[in-house]
């Protein structure tokens, strides 16, 4: 599998990324080992996870599981953790039912790294991110009411050096390797790139933003950004929680899947996404394609993009990913899905 820097000066990582964020809820520990175990048989060498996981739902009797069914395998594996890039998050604002929803702060930082370091059994994360802005962000279907003017640039400057200030340290004393974001905007990911070229601080590697067929909000001044600043794209959600599988096509709803557990799929279910799903099937099925294999496919011709971050909730599901992940798409498919695109933007 083809690897590359996934930002300047960052670690070399693969084109995808295992995402972990059903581990201990739709995943259980077993078949959440195999699922590591596979992953790096297969050649991928980058593992996702954050202090809040998992999900479906959230919530703080299990934040922390899903790091610590990483760590069992860890210590189950001995001389294994140098194979894999290990990535995780500090929450903050916008996952209120971790540390009661306290600000991203030095103290939380600080916090959140040992206890990280604690549950994944390691004494070292190559990538530490930020989940969530403390001023707020326009993702997850906010972009619809986002609005800026309450924020205090003097409160997020401030806020941003003494992050940075922190990660520095952490840097130093050999606990983490990089620093990525997560639900950013150009203008943040600018200023924190600014903020560590005129203080000499850690670098911005990476942001962490949904992305996908569906989600394509990068496309516009993130792109630039991150092409022109070095800066990786992970995609989260590149099937945009399973619409990109077509399983929920027709009114369907398999058993344990999370539309049975999260109706509306986190505001991604809308009256113009199935129409939109229906145009990327029917391009898949014209060229013998499989729809979620084309999706994850797709997702590779971008120019911004550091590594593609895909969760599975089973060994089945896996190893039908894992099946494609050498798919290459012709300039036919990627024009009729151009096409598509312009026919059905932003369907949610």
């Given at each position: 599998?083809?690897?590359?820097?996934?930002?300047?000066?960052?670690?070399?990582?693969?084109?995808?990324?295992?995402?972990?964020?059903?581990?201990?809820?739709?995943?259980?520990?077993?078949?959440?080992?195999?699922?590591?175990?596979?992953?790096?048989?297969?050649?991928?060498?980058?593992?996702?996870?954050?202090e809040a996981y998992p999900v479906n739902p959230i919530s703080a009797e299990t934040a922390?599981?899903?790091?610590?069914?990483?760590?069992?395998?860890?210590?189950?594996?001995?001389?294994?953790?140098?194979?894999?890039?290990?990535?995780?998050?500090?929450?903050?604002?916008?996952?209120?039912?971790?540390?009661?929803?306290?600000?991203?702060?030095?103290?939380?930082?600080?916090?959140?790294?040992?206890?990280?370091?604690?549950?994944?059994?390691?004494?070292?994360?190559?990538?530490?991110?930020?989940?969530?802005?403390?001023?707020?962000?326009?993702?997850?279907?906010?972009?619809?009411?986002?609005?800026?003017?309450?924020?205090?640039?003097?409160?997020?400057?401030?806020?941003?050096?003494?992050?940075?200030?922190?990660?520095?340290?952490?840097?130093?004393?050999?606990?983490?390797?990089?620093?990525?974001?997560?639900?950013?905007?150009?203008?943040?990911?600018?200023?924190?790139?600014?903020?560590?070229?005129?203080?000499?601080?850690?670098?911005?590697?990476?942001?962490?933003?949904?992305?996908?067929?569906?989600?394509?909000?990068?496309?516009?001044?993130?792109?630039?950004?991150?092409?022109?600043?070095?800066?990786?794209?992970?995609?989260?959600?590149?099937?945009?929680?399973?619409?990109?599988?077509?399983?929920?096509?027709?009114?369907?709803?398999?058993?344990?899947?999370?539309?049975?557990?999260?109706?509306?799929?986190?505001?991604?279910?809308?009256?113009?996404?199935?129409?939109?799903?229906?145009?990327?099937?029917?391009?898949?099925?014209?060229?013998?394609?499989?729809?979620?294999?084309?999706?994850?496919?797709?997702?590779?011709?971008?120019?911004?993009?550091?590594?593609?971050?895909?969760?599975?909730?089973?060994?089945?599901?896996?190893?039908?990913?894992?099946?494609?992940?050498?798919?290459?798409?012709?300039?036919?498919?990627?024009?009729?899905?151009?096409?598509?695109?312009?026919?059905?933007?932003?369907?949610?």
């Open positions: 599998m083809k690897t590359h820097a996934l930002g300047r000066g960052a670690p070399q990582v693969t084109e995808f990324c295992l995402g972990t964020m059903t581990f201990g809820t739709q995943t259980d520990t077993a078949d959440a080992h195999r699922q590591i175990s596979m992953a790096l048989e297969a050649g991928i060498n980058f593992i996702d996870t954050a922390g599981d899903t790091e610590a069914i990483i760590g069992e395998w860890n210590a189950a594996n001995p001389g294994r953790r140098g194979e894999y890039v290990l990535a995780t998050k500090v929450a903050g604002e916008g996952l209120g039912a971790i540390r009661d929803g306290a600000p991203i702060s030095r103290a939380t930082i600080l916090e959140a790294v040992e206890a990280s370091l604690r549950r994944l059994q390691t004494d070292h994360i190559d990538l530490y991110q930020l989940h969530w802005p403390n001023r707020g962000s326009y993702h997850f279907r906010q972009n619809w009411s986002f609005d800026p003017s309450g924020q205090s640039r003097a409160d997020t400057m401030a806020h941003m050096e003494e992050v940075l200030v922190t990660i520095d340290e952490l840097v130093t004393a050999g606990k983490i390797g990089h620093f990525g974001l997560s639900n950013e905007s150009a203008w943040g990911t600018a200023q924190w790139l600014r903020m560590a070229e005129d203080k000499g601080l850690p670098r911005v590697v990476s942001i962490q933003n949904e992305y996908s067929l569906l989600a394509r909000l990068f496309d516009t001044d993130l792109a630039e950004l991150c092409v022109n600043e070095e800066v990786g794209l992970m995609a989260f959600s590149p099937l945009a929680a399973g619409l990109l599988t077509g399983k929920y096509q027709g009114g369907a709803v398999p058993d344990g899947s999370r539309m049975a557990i999260n109706g509306n799929l986190g505001g991604r279910v809308s009256p113009r996404v199935w129409d939109a799903v229906d145009a990327y099937a029917g391009i898949a099925q014209a060229h013998g394609l499989d729809l979620t294999q084309m999706s994850l496919a797709w997702c590779k011709t971008r120019p911004f993009m550091g590594s593609i971050l895909f969760g599975a909730s089973s060994v089945t599901q896996l190893e039908h990913i894992l099946n494609g992940l050498d798919l290459t798409l012709s300039d036919e498919v990627v024009a009729e899905i151009d096409a598509a695109h312009k026919a059905h933007p932003m369907p949610y």
